[in-house]
């Protein structure tokens, strides 16, 4: 952040915060490609980053107070109609109905959600985690008290 806030003075930035969980999930169940990203292989460490992670938007948001607009990930994926146009209101940005059908933008997208991204905006992602909480053993205790 601070690189692009010197390069983009009046920019604001959008900061999707997602339940703690459910991120540190995401990460552990994809492969990720990249060998800098193997934390991802092992649930402690993934917390262990996600602690990093927090720790560090904290700092950014005091370096560059009101420039960072937090975006709940739930809210937006549970109720795009009314999450979407308010961000881009707040943005500034000009009303675009496109905005509610990502899925159909063919740009080209190297991610690991490129395949995700080409469907319609799903509910309920976030809570994929919760089934396989016996096997976690408490591994994610606590990340809800981290600042987001």
């Not at 997602?18 to 490609?33: E, G, L």
Request: charged share 25%; glycine share 4%.
């Amino acid at each position: 952040f601070p690189l692009m806030a010197a390069a983009f003075p009046n920019a604001r930035f959008v900061h999707a915060v997602r339940d703690p969980a459910a991120t540190c999930w995401s990460n552990y169940r994809n492969f990720f490609n990249s060998g800098s990203l193997g934390y991802s292989c092992d649930l402690d460490d993934t917390r262990s980053y996600f602690a990093l992670y927090a720790a560090l938007m904290e700092n950014w948001k005091k370096l560059l107070p009101g420039r960072i607009l937090d975006v709940s990930y739930e809210a937006l994926t549970e109720a795009p109609e009314e999450e979407i146009p308010r961000l881009i209101e707040d943005l500034e940005l000009s009303w675009d109905p496109a905005c509610l059908s990502p899925e159909k933008n063919t740009a080209d997208m190297r991610t690991a959600s490129a395949e995700q991204v080409r469907k319609p905006i799903y509910k309920g992602s976030s809570k994929a985690w919760e089934r396989y909480a016996p096997m976690i053993a408490g591994r994610f205790d606590g990340l809800s008290e981290l600042p987001r």
